[in-house]
């Protein structure tokens, strides 16, 4: 099993920045690729940025382009999502997740293990 441990969660203003980090332990860390998600009350799961294991290449949903960046530290077993301009629509909890060799990383499908997720507010 591969556990995984959010934090950085908390309540914002809008315009306002956040950093979560995840933290892996139990099994190799560098072999998966990672993703954040997050869940709002009443919506579906949906990736908001993921990352491959080497971190050479990211994916970021449209609503994330530009205000979130998603990066990892193999040597830490981490990986984080910084974001900045948060708006309220933000508001969500929002897990990490972990998948092997992803083909499709904006599918919620494809992650196979996953924290237990923070939860992020951002007030108007």
């Known amino acids: 099993q591969l556990q995984l441990v959010e934090s950085g969660g908390g309540l914002v203003q809008a315009g306002g920045s956040l950093r979560l980090s995840c933290a892996a332990s139990g099994r190799t860390f560098s072999a998966y690729d990672m993703g954040w998600l997050r869940q709002a009350p009443g919506k579906e799961r949906e990736v908001v940025a993921a990352i491959t294991w080497s971190g050479s290449s990211t994916y970021y949903a449209d609503s994330a382009k530009g205000r979130f960046t998603i990066s990892r530290d193999n040597a830490k077993n981490t990986v984080y999502l910084q974001m900045s301009s948060l708006k309220p629509e933000d508001t969500a909890v929002y897990y990490c997740?972990?998948?092997?060799?992803?083909?499709?990383?904006?599918?919620?499908?494809?992650?196979?293990?996953w924290g237990q997720g923070t939860q992020v507010t951002v007030s108007s």
């Open positions: 997740a972990a998948a092997r060799f992803s083909q499709r990383p904006w599918s919620a499908g494809e992650y196979n293990f």
